[in-house]
């Protein structure tokens, strides 16, 4: 009886040494196999294939790589330099045509006072005109001074006016009219009268086109848009461009008398 609980107490320090190794092999295998885990991250071996060739030899290959995603680096654009500001160009304005100027009074002084003071005697001038009332001058040519002088109408487009005798030039002046200059020497007692109208109207141009709208150029420079009457020219020659967008240009040359006016009829 003492042999049998001899051996059972020798078999339970047996089994508890066993137990005890048995953990520390376990223990051993799970470190190898934590150390094996990690060493296989950091060095990954390619697998190689191994093919056998018609001729008995063998070849080696190795998967093909896969392609790394390349990053996108995005570009930023160069700075731009602002595009100076162009000035601004000025207009030139091309210079209208303009009939000749309206004589004003003469270029000399203003009598003050009255210009015929001290002289004695009376002189009658009479003329005959269609265009009064107009502007009239009476110029001293001895003293060279001047003064502004009223016409008196006596019916039947004559008119009059008295001064005292002397050395004078009459000068009269209307829109759209040549002007009148003409010396003038009267003695006490004498009548004077001019039987012709002293004023003569300026020709004019009366421009038509076919069709209407055409720029009018007369010695090139712009004088409106046909239909147009161009009035107070002087007695020569002019030359007339007719422009109109899709038609074609036209130039001529017109001569103008005294006293007359032309119309132009012209199909562009």
């Known amino acids: 009886m003492a042999y049998y609980e001899e051996n059972k107490e020798e078999e339970r320090k047996a089994n508890k040494v066993a137990g005890y190794l048995l953990i520390f ?17 950091e060095k990954v071996k390619p697998i190689t294939f191994t093919t056998q060739t018609p001729f008995g030899m063998e070849s080696t290959s190795t998967p093909p790589k896969t392609p790394t995603p390349e990053k996108t ?14 000035k601004p160009t000025k207009k030139i304005k091309k210079k209208k045509f303009e009939p000749p100027h309206l004589d004003g009074a003469p270029e000399l002084d203003r009598a003050t006072g009255n210009m015929f003071a001290g002289k004695t005697g009376k002189v009658k001038i009479i003329i005959f005109s269609k265009a009064f009332p107009a502007r009239s001058y009476l110029i001293d040519t001895v ?11 006596i019916g039947k487009k004559r008119y009059k006016i008295e001064i005292p005798p002397g050395e004078y030039r009459l000068k009269i002046v209307k829109k759209n009219y040549f002007t009148f200059n003409t010396p003038l020497v009267v003695e006490n007692g004498d009548k004077a009268e001019l ?5 003569i ?12 709208g055409a720029r009018i150029l007369i010695n090139g420079r712009f004088a409106g848009i046909a239909p147009k009457i161009i009035p107070g020219l002087d007695d020569t020659t002019y030359t ?3 422009k109109k967008q899709g038609y074609r240009t036209k130039t001529f040359k017109v001569k103008l008398k005294k006293g007359k006016g032309l119309t132009k009829s012209i199909r562009l």
């Open 195 to 199: 039987g012709a109208d002293p004023l």
């Open 143 to 153: 003293n060279n001074t001047y003064r502004s002088i009223k016409f008196k109408h």
């Open 73 to 86: 680096i995005k570009k930023t654009p160069p700075p731009t330099t602002p595009k100076p500001t162009p």
């Open 201 to 212: 109207k300026r020709p004019y141009l009366n421009i038509k086109t076919n069709p209407h």
């Open 240 to 242: 007339v461009t007719l």
């Open 25 to 41: 092999l376990m223990l051993i295998i799970v470190g190898v196999m934590i150390y094996s885990i990690f060493s296989s991250r």
